[in-house]
């Protein structure tokens, strides 16, 4: 059976995460190489990326840089330019949580949650795009999140930043499309990770009970669709919030 991401190469941020996790081990089996992209480093991550290495045939190499100090990002795109493996694939998934209601919202607490899960998406983007436009081909992928499509309760800072994702997903498939390069966005609802551990249990039950499937979302679950939208098999989407909600329909 052919693989999808036969002799592709994928750069996934926030690869120690449960989603990033599965993102790296999904892409792998799947025949990509892999940049598994990721703020600190442990044995027990190294171990990981060494035996899903090794069980796949695949080279999946761990980069560690802070996504908010853009003179890293840059030191880190230099290390991967070095080995002369031209990013085929993009996969922004690293971000951080943050619930709070309005008036117990700081800008602080604001800014920080932007400058993760926006403005260092963006200047990722930006890097890796330059080299995607060289040679006429590419896929971006965000990962987004219901917050950003929904207006719940306490989800100002989080939501607002994957609300900003999600527009700037759509204006840089359109500047984008002209040099082969797709850019989509995948919106998760509620996922088994340990980000749930920052959300009132409340409110996650509440978030289930609108599913028409009752559960939260697995985490293979979303680098599955990940995996489409990086393959050729949707070589006709861009542009387009994927919501991989389990059917909530209000």
Same mark, same amino acid.
């Given at each position: #059976?052919?693989? #999808?991401? $036969? ?21 792998? /089996?799947?025949?990509?190489? @892999? ?7 442990? /044995? ?5 990326? %060494? ?9 999946? %190499? ?35 949580? !943050? ?12 800014? #920080? ?12 983007? !930006? ?42 997903? %759509? ?27 920052? #959300? ?17 979302? !697995?985490? /293979?679950? @979303? ?14 989407? $861009? ?12």
């Amino acid at each position: #059976m052919q693989l #999808m991401l $036969n002799r592709k190469v994928a750069m996934i941020t926030g690869s120690h995460g449960g989603i990033g996790r599965s993102l790296v081990q999904v892409f792998a /089996e799947q025949g990509a190489d @892999i940049y598994a992209c990721v703020r600190q480093t442990d /044995e027990a991550f190294e171990q990981w990326i %060494r035996e899903l290495s090794d069980r796949t045939g695949r080279s999946i %190499r761990s980069v560690c840089f802070d996504l908010t100090d853009s003179e890293a990002c840059k030191l880190a795109l230099q290390e991967i330019n070095v080995r002369q493996t031209p990013i085929d694939i993009l996969v922004n998934n690293a971000a951080v949580a !943050q619930g709070s209601l309005l008036h117990m919202t700081s800008l602080k607490e604001l800014r #920080m949650v932007f400058d993760v899960n926006f403005f260092a998406q963006i200047a990722l983007i !930006q890097n890796v795009s330059r080299q995607m436009a060289r040679r006429r081909s590419g896929s971006i992928i965000n990962i987004s999140s219901m917050a950003g499509l929904c207006a719940d309760p306490g989800s100002l800072a989080y939501g607002a930043s994957k609300a900003a994702l999600n527009h700037a997903t %759509r204006v840089i498939a359109a500047e984008l499309a002209s040099f082969n390069i797709r850019v989509n966005a995948i919106a998760p609802n509620v996922t088994d990770t340990k980000m749930l551990d920052h #959300m009132d249990p409340t409110v996650i039950e509440k978030i289930v009970a609108r599913t028409s499937v009752h559960r939260c979302a !697995q985490p /293979e679950e @979303i680098a599955k669709v990940a995996l489409f939208l990086a393959s050729d098999l949707s070589s006709y989407i $861009n542009g387009q919030i994927i919501r991989v909600d389990g059917g909530q329909f209000f």
